[in-house]
């Protein structure tokens, strides 16, 4: 399949090291945020999802964290696995029914 | 359960052709999204609609037409294509918006405009 994310900025990390992965949003009024993967050649898929009214939340292996004041958000991943190597991107809602991605970041775990 | 399936998969347009792309969901889900990708880039949204008979433009609406008239479908089209809309499109569906109502994403169109 087509290899998306060519020109994104890309994070390596060692396989059982902990990946930070950042996002920076544009609108104060989202109200919702959700970090998506994506493997080449493929549709993403939804991670974990964080509501404004929020700071920090807890999924498998995923932690979101929320910062409203200088409106970034980041995803933590526990003890990277070779199949966590895939393009995240960050999608934010807005206007009740917009949904906005951002830029993308690349992953790539090293054995 | 299917989830999101378009079709096709793989198309390749001459300049000025026109064409529509497929979009189907069997969730049930109210609303619905086209985004296209460029290679490098995010998803940038099209055009969505938040139920049958209602779409509105997103980021990217030029040189794109969209209808809801079922809740299952819906289609993209593109009347004049020009070699900028060379992209891979996706269609997404949720059951509502906000928390909790992740989208759930097709497969991707691999159009080529030449």
């Known amino acids: 399949g087509e290899s998306v994310g060519l020109h994104l900025p890309t994070l390596s990390v060692q396989e059982g090291d902990n990946s930070i992965i950042n996002c920076a949003y544009s609108?104060?009024?989202?109200?919702?945020f959700i970090w998506y993967k994506q493997e080449s050649g493929k549709g993403p898929q939804f991670i974990i999802d964080i509501r404004s009214n929020m700071d920090k939340r807890q999924g498998q292996r995923v932690t979101v964290l929320l910062n409203k004041t200088v409106k970034h958000l980041s995803l933590q991943i526990a003890a990277t696995q070779p199949g966590d190597s895939a393009v995240y991107f960050c999608?934010?809602?807005?206007?009740?029914?917009?949904?906005?991605f951002g830029t993308g970041t690349r992953l790539q775990v090293f054995p | 359960n299917a989830g999101v399936t378009q079709t096709p998969k793989f198309r390749i347009l001459k300049i000025g052709q026109s064409m529509t792309l497929q979009c189907t969901q069997d969730?049930?889900?109210?609303?619905m999204y086209w985004y296209r990708q460029d290679p490098g880039m995010g998803l940038k949204l099209i055009y969505y609609?938040?139920?049958?008979?209602?779409?509105d433009k997103g980021e990217v609406p030029n040189g794109y037409n969209v209808s809801r008239s079922t809740t299952e479908d819906f289609p993209l089209r593109l009347e004049l294509a020009a070699p900028s809309q060379t992209s891979v499109y996706f269609c997404a569906s949720s059951f509502d918006r906000g928390a909790n109502t992740e989208a759930f994403f097709g497969q991707g169109t691999r159009l080529t405009v030449v």
């Open positions: 999608a934010e809602n807005i206007s009740s029914d917009k949904l906005i």
């Open positions: 969730m049930n889900h109210n609303y």
């Open positions: 609609s938040v139920g049958a008979g209602i779409t």
């Open positions: 609108n104060s009024a989202s109200d919702y």
